[in-house]
Structure formats: structure tokens, C-alpha cells
């Protein structure tokens, strides 16, 4: 049975960081989810997806994040308990909303997951979440273990309903993806009937607003001062202090523990930190000479206890911090206990070593020299690999010098050796059209270089039909080229638009892509990157035409095509391929560089490894000799 | 329980798409079943494609670990992949490492194309032997048919090998709860495998 159901107040079950907010979440008897997917925050709607028959709970994506706040604001203020959960880019998507709903204020509890992504692992940016709560007035929620984010959710709720504000919970990749011990606690019956009264207008008497929206904040700041997610430990007199927030609590308590520093170093934890529990705060740091400050990524956390500790009388002893300012910790990047262990050891001028260094020097003099590195690549029968080929083409055959301007999804990885260097820009959601709608109206400055726009079907639905309008309005010369391969594959293969099935996996209507297209009044035309030449023809015919125009690459993502329907066995013909004698470079493995298709060093000839391929069969297309093949379809 | 070494740090490592991130859940499972705190981080960003893959696992009976292993502190490495058991190795080795090791090599693209090589299994054998207490390497024969998941292979094999403290039915508890009923079967079989060739190391 699916923790997420198991009813079961009191049994411990392993749980990841986002089945636990989702877990919390349902211990609230939340009523609605909406999202867009992004790593790493995906699996709290999925889990809430999941279990939305058996609680008889709504759950959507959304075409992308300020719609899905929208669409859980709306649930909130007919009294309904809503969620939406968001990676740290879609926070920003949603801000122009959470610029109002602040002074509108809701009604059923809200909550908005913002998990974010320290080290970029799957993004494009990092960014501190943290500040839009600071920005937007907005009461602010970091869980430190597994069992916090539980039950912080479930907290976060009553908060919301209780002050009349959405209140945005805050995780990070290490806890949202990590897994760990979770105590389960009641399952409500859920009660609740939908029903809409009253106004909720944002830019009505808006100074006074602002000030309600400040006495709410008070509101809250009242309630973090006794919450039970705050707490202090360590010897009661230590006047040197860890301070640390989220993430940073479980690093801290190591770091402490590894230099030895048990009796001497408290750690004060925070779990609510926007607006500070100063008083709380002031009483545990009144007897500290020196604080360290811990916390990913930004110095979110240093910036308000050093506004705090400004504002205490002068008579109170200055107090020494320690944090990202200082330089002890890096204020960019992930953190982990060694990176707090080390700013420790600096500070208190001792050592910190976890391993033996001469067994340290052996290990990277044998170990590193020679291994191969492993970069991430598309996936074995990828039509991303395919379709970016097709454009290297037809970019090559035009000779203008053209170049693509990319986007946020797999394809990303088009801007490296994956996608033959292709992409030449990449930013967020959306940009590649709206850059490439800008280098087309260039032509009266000298440009001359025709520009491919690629986007995904997930995120044309998204972020892309703006620019591509644009584009059409203002007669810029873009080609824009949709990736369709059927989901939101990045994040995990959640269905869009034009999936044909909703959240819950239910039939759903289908928006066309290429129908959206012609109303904008652009020429689409619909092609397989698998029948590569053909896709190489057209696009350059495209690229010969002036206005904005758009192909559609569609061809389904291959790994679920062959978890479905099963794989294809592709093999080599031993006797049709020459290996190095055929003139074509090892064409298969060298350059298409799909992970299925390697070169066996003893037989001096192409091959397939069966584990690897899932049975596409685009190689069998591409070979000049003809000499893969494809079982039952050979040509 | 007592842990003789208390946090015990298990790391697997791999390949994306081998399956880390459900070995890494079952054996985890298995853990807070006999009683322990449990904490998986993972690194898969990039798993789906391609990229290295890594799970540290990390036992307590006294509290919840933090997500990541320090440099230099992994007790257990099972490696899903030679290259990338060595490669976890000149980071989070030492001495007293004990690792599992599947054989059987997984091209990175860099070596399909020619710009790098993988070196002799062998070799890699052989350094790994030098840098650990001891390793295991996990040979199963293919019997003609597809090889069997290499994931619940060496889940199979760390639960034979006596380097972690669960039963194996605490392991294949933790299977039926995770595993869907279609791909139950086969994970056990290859649950079973892992610990046949373990046992007659």
C-alpha cells in the first residue's frame, strides 16, 4: 500500500522530502492541487495525483505556474484547502500574482511549495526562493528533515487559513529528493463544500491594504515565536552559536559533532523565517560572542538577524557573524556538514580531516587517471538526437551562418556535445522564441543569419505562444521548431495540452499544437525526425521563407514508447558493415553518438548493445551502408 | 539495534536509467523496518540521461543523517557499474571500504565516440582492489536471456554479503511494498540471483 494512503497514525515509513509535504498535505485534507512540473519539486503533485481517487481530492497540471496559483487561489477563497508546488524558476513565473494575492489576501489554507535547486542539479539558475516571501510579504516555512516537511505542510495550512495569507513553504533538492523517516499522523475526513463569497480585490485602497498585509505578517510573527519548528540545542550558556534554517540544521548538527564541539557549540534551528521570531531569536543569542550562520543558498537569513541584531540596545555586547559575508561559507552552491565543518574549524582555528591523506593521494593518483568521464547525454532512441541532427543539416546546407536559440526541457542539452552544439542561447521558459523573434526583425541592422527557435510541446503550452504571437504580429523571420515527443518528459513524462490524458490519467480534450499555430496565421507543417532526411529537406525549404513559420518534430520520447509497447531488437548486419573501410567515419558511434550504438574494438565494426538500445531503429535510417537493421522490419 | 559502525554509510552507484534510485529505496526500507533511522540522498539530475548515478545510504540507531557522506567516509560501495565504483572510490574511499562490484561495463558516450576509453576491466579490478578492504565482484551467468536488472541484482547481493546489519526478508518485504505486482517477480528472481552469486563467492 502507497504511504501516502496507509493509515496508520504512528508507524515509521520511508519517504521522500516531497511525499512527505505531499503526506502533510493530506493530513490537512487538502481539497486541490495544481501545478506545472520542475525539478525537484515534481512529485508533490504527482504523489497527490496519485492518490486523488481515493481521497476524492482534485489534482491538475496547469499550463504553468501562475495559472496553477491561480487555479488553487480560486479553491482557497470559495474555502477550500488548496496546494501548488513549484521549482524555484516557476516562483518567478507566478510573482506578478503573488504581488496581489498578498493584498487580497484568501480565504481556505494555501500553501505554495517552493522547492529550489542549490547547484543548479536540473536548472538553469539557482535562486534563494526564500526572498519572495521577504518581497512579497508572505509568511515563510523551511523544513530540516523529512518528518518537518511533513508536518510543516500540515501546519502551513491552519497558518494560512488562520492569518488569511498564502504561505509559501520552502524546500530544497537535498531535502525535497532525499528520503528519510517519517512518523504518519491522522488522515482527516474530509469536509469540506466549495462556496464563493464576498471580494478579494487587489488595488482598492492598496496603502491600506499593504498595511493590513503588515499587521497579517505581525500576525504570523506572533505565531513563529512559540513554534514548535524552532528550537535550540547545546549547552546552555555556549556563547558560540550555529544558526541555521532548512537544509542547514542536519549539516550544522554533524559539522558540530565531527570537530567534537558538543559542549562548547549550540545550534539554534529555525524552521520559520520570514518574518524572524525575534524575540525567540534575541533569547537564544543574547549570551553568544559569535554566531555562524548556515543556509542555502543566499545569505537570507545572515541579511535579517543582522538587521535584528542592529536594532538591540547598544548595551548589548556586539556579536561577531560568521556566514557568507565573511566568506566562511560560499553563499552560492549546495552546502553540505564538510563545508560547514571547515568554516567551523577556521573560525575556531582547529583541523578537520575525514579521511587519511596519504590514503587520499593514492586514491586520486589510481583511481582518476584515465577513467572516462560520464557526461549526461540524450537518451538511447531520444528524437530530441534525431531532430537536432536534422537541424545541424539543414542549418549546414543553408550556409548563412544560422544558429538556434534554445529553451528549457531535455532538449537543453542541445547546447552540448548531445545535440551537436546546437544551442547557441539558453535562459528560461519561453526565451528561445522571444530571442529568436528579436534576432528576426535584425535584417535592417545587417543581420543575415537565418535562427531557429526550438521549444518542447510541454513548454510551448507554457511559455512559448507569446513570443511565437509576436513574432507573427511584428513579421519577424523565425522559424520555430516544436520538440513534440508527446510530455513533459524533463521532469518525468507528465502529460500538457496535447497529451490526450489529465493529471489522474483520465481521457482529456487535446489541444492541438500545430492548430494554435495556423490561428496565429503562421505557416506549421507536422514531421517524424526518424524519417531524417525528409525532416532535413523541409526544414531548409522553410528556412528559405521569410515570416515566422513553425515545424513540429513529433515523435513520442522512446523510453516510454518501449516501456509500452515493448523494444524493437535493432542489429548490426555483420556482413554490410566495412567498419573503417566504409569512408563514413564510424558515422553511428562517433557522431550520432547514440549510447546503444558502440564500436567493438576485436570485430573492428559498428554494433548494437541490447541492454542499452531501446529499439527506435533511427540508426538503421541513418547508416550510409544500410547496415543496421531492424528485427522484423528489415529494409 | 546497535551499529558497529554508527552512522553505517552505504553508497551505490551507477548509470542512469540501471535503476539506483529504487535499490536505493529497498534497501533503505529495509532499514527503518529493523528499527533504524534512515536518510537516502540522491544525485540524479541528469540520470535519465546517462549521467553517473548515486545513492548514499546512510543507517543510524541513533538518529536522521544528514542526506550526503562525507569525503573519504563510505563504509560500503555497491558499484552497478565498474568506472563508476572507482570513480566513488576517489572520493568517498578509505581503507576499510568494502565494495560490491558488478563487472559488466557501461559505455559513457565519450568512449562510443572515441574521444576517451574505458579501460580494461581488469585493471579497474585491480585498482579497486588496491584502494579497499575488500571487493566483491558480483558474476552471473546470462543463461541466453536478457540479463536480469542489474539494480535488484546487487540489492540481492549487498543483502547476501553480511556488510548490512537488515535480514533478507526485511529486503524482500520492503520489494512487495515498493514493487509494482507486475515486476515483482522478476526483481525477486533477480534478487535471488545477486545472493546466489554472493554466496558462492
Known amino acids: ?635 | 539495534m546497535k551499529l558497529e559502525n554508527d552512522p553505517l554509510n552505504l553508497i551505490i552507484t551507477g548509470v542512469g536509467g540501471q535503476g539506483n534510485v529504487l535499490a536505493s529505496q529497498i534497501v533503505a526500507s529495509a532499514g527503518i523496518k529493523e528499527g533504524l533511522y534512515v536518510t537516502v540522498g540522491e544525485t540524479y539530475g541528469a540520470s535519465q540521461r546517462g549521467g553517473a548515478v548515486m545513492s548514499h545510504v546512510r543507517f543510524s540507531a541513533k538518529a536522521q543523517c544528514s542526506p550526503l557522506i562525507s569525503e573519504g567516509q563510505a563504509d560500503i560501495v555497491v558499484g552497478m557499474e565498474p568506472v563508476e565504483a572507482l570513480r566513488v572510490m576517489a572520493e568517498f574511499g578509505n581503507a576499510a571500504t568494502r565494495i560490491i562490484v558488478n563487472p559488466r561495463p557501461i559505455y559513457p558516450a565519450w568512449v562510443l565516440s572515441g574521444q576517451a576509453t574505458y579501460p580494461p576491466i581488469e585493471e579497474i579490478l585491480g585498482k579497486l582492489q588496491d584502494l579497499a578492504e575488500s571487493v566483491r565482484v558480483v558474476r552471473v551467468a546470462h543463461d541466453g536471456e536478457t540479463p536480469p536488472p542489474a539494480n535488484l541484482l546487487m540489492v540481492g547481493a549487498l543483502a547476501a554479503s553480511g556488510t548490512v546489519p537488515m535480514e533478507v526478508a526485511s529486503f524482500e518485504e520492503a520489494m512487495r511494498e515498493i514493487l509494482a505486482p507486475k515486476d515483482l517477480e522478476a526483481n525477486l528472481r533477480a534478487f535471488k540471483k545477486g545472493a546466489e552469486a554472493m554466496a558462492s563467492d
Open chain 1, 1 to 635: 500500500m502507497s504511504t501516502l494512503t496507509l493509515d496508520r497514525p504512528g508507524q515509521t515509513v520511508l519517504m521522500m522530502g516531497n511525499e512527505a509535504i505531499a503526506r502533510g498535505a493530506i493530513e490537512a485534507g487538502v481539497d486541490f492541487c495544481a501545478a506545472y512540473p520542475g525539478t525537484p519539486s515534481s512529485e508533490i503533485p504527482e504523489s497527490l495525483a496519485r492518490v486523488a481517487e481515493h481521497f476524492g481530492l482534485y489534482a491538475e497540471w496547469s499550463t504553468n505556474e501562475i495559472v496553477a496559483l491561480e487555479a488553487a487561489t480560486a479553491a482557497s477563497l470559495a474555502g477550500l484547502r488548496a496546494i501548488v508546488a513549484m521549482k524555484q524558476n516557476g516562483v518567478n513565473v507566478c510573482a506578478d500574482f503573488l504581488m496581489t494575492v498578498n493584498l487580497s489576501g484568501t480565504k481556505g489554507g494555501l500553501v505554495i511549495a517552493a522547492c529550489d535547486d542549490p547547484s543548479a542539479i536540473s536548472s538553469s539558475n539557482e535562486q534563494d526562493s526564500r526572498n519572495f516571501a521577504r518581497f512579497a510579504d508572505l509568511p515563510l516555512l523551511e523544513p530540516a528533515t523529512f518528518q518537518e516537511a511533513k508536518d510543516m505542510t500540515k501546519w502551513a495550512f491552519e497558518l494560512s487559513e488562520k492569518i488569511g495569507l498564502p504561505c509559501i513553504l520552502r524546500s530544497v533538492t537535498r531535502i525535497s529528493h532525499s528520503r528519510g523517516n517519517v512518523e504518519l499522523g491522522e488522515i482527516p475526513e474530509r469536509t469540506r463544500t466549495a462556496h464563493f463569497e464576498g471580494a478579494y480585490i487587489s488595488g482598492a485602497f492598496v496603502p491600506i491594504q499593504h498595511s493590513a498585509l503588515h499587521q497579517k505578517l505581525a500576525q504570523a510573527q506572533e505565531e513563529f515565536e512559540s513554534s514548535e519548528f524552532n528550537w535550540y540545542a547545546g549547552p546552555e550558556d555556549a556563547r558560540f552559536v550555529v544558526m541555521t534554517s532548512g537544509s542547514g540544521w542536519l549539516y550544522s548538527r554533524e559539522a558540530v559533532a565531527a570537530l567534537g564541539l558538543e559542549n562548547e557549540v549550540g545550534i539554534l534551528k529555525l524552521g520559520t523565517t520570514w518574518p524572524l521570531p525575534e524575540r525567540y531569536v534575541i533569547e537564544h543569542l543574547k549570551r553568544a560572542k559569535e554566531v555562524l550562520i548556515v543556509e542555502e543558498t543566499d545569505p537570507f537569513l545572515e541579511q535579517n538577524v543582522k538587521v535584528l541584531l542592529a536594532e538591540q540596545p547598544e548595551t548589548q555586547d556586539r556579536i561577531e557573524v560568521y556566514g557568507a559575508k565573511s566568506g566562511h561559507l560560499p553563499g552560492f552552491g549546495d552546502i553540505n556538514q564538510d563545508k560547514v565543518a571547515r568554516a567551523l574549524a577556521t573560525i575556531k582555528g582547529l583541523e578537520y580531516r575525514t579521511r587519511d591523506e596519504q590514503y587520499a593521494k593514492k586514491a586520486g593518483e589510481l583511481a582518476l587517471p584515465g577513467l572516462p568521464p560520464r557526461m549526461p547525454t540524450f537518451c538511447p532512441g531520444c528524437p530530441h538526437r534525431a531532430s537536432l541532427w536534422a537541424i545541424k543539416a539543414a542549418l549546414k546546407l543553408d550556409g548563412r551562418n544560422g544558429f538556434v536559440t534554445g529553451d528549457i526541457g531535455c532538449y537543453s542539452l542541445g547546447a552540448g556535445p548531445a545535440g551537436f552544439w546546437q544551442l547557441k542561447t539558453l535562459h528560461c521558459m519561453g526565451a528561445g522564441t522571444g530571442l529568436a523573434s528579436g534576432f528576426g526583425q535584425l535584417g535592417r541592422f545587417g543581420f543575415d543569419q537565418p535562427v531557429v527557435a526550438v521549444c518542447g510541446d510541454s513548454t510551448f503550452f507554457h511559455a512559448a505562444i507569446p513570443g511565437l504571437i509576436n513574432a507573427r504580429f511584428n513579421n519577424s523571420n523565425v522559424l520555430m521548431v516544436v520538440l513534440d515527443n508527446g510530455g513533459t518528459a524533463m521532469t518525468g513524462f507528465q502529460p500538457h495540452p496535447s497529451s490526450g490524458r489529465d493529471a489522474v490519467g483520465k481521457p482529456a480534450p487535446v489541444v492541438e499544437i500545430e492548430e494554435i499555430c495556423k490561428a496565429i496565421g503562421v505557416d506549421v507543417a507536422v514531421r517524424d525526425p526518424f524519417e531524417v532526411d525528409q525532416a532535413i529537406e523541409d526544414l531548409y525549404d522553410m528556412l528559405q521563407n521569410d515570416g515566422a513559420k513553425v515545424m513540429v518534430f513529433r515523435r513520442r520520447c522512446y523510453l516510454v514508447e518501449a516501456k509500452e509497447k515493448g523494444k524493437r531488437r535493432v542489429y548490426v548486419n555483420a556482413e554490410k558493415c566495412i567498419g573503417d573501410d566504409c569512408g563514413c567515419a564510424r558515422f553511428c558511434s562517433r557522431v550520432f553518438n547514440c549510447p546503444g550504438l558502440i564500436w567493438d574494438h576485436d570485430a573492428q565494426r559498428a554494433r548494437i548493445d541490447e541492454v542499452v538500445c531501446t529499439g527506435c531503429g533511427v540508426c538503421a535510417t541513418l547508416c550510409p551502408r544500410g547496415a543496421i537493421a531492424v528485427e522484423g522490419d528489415e529494409r
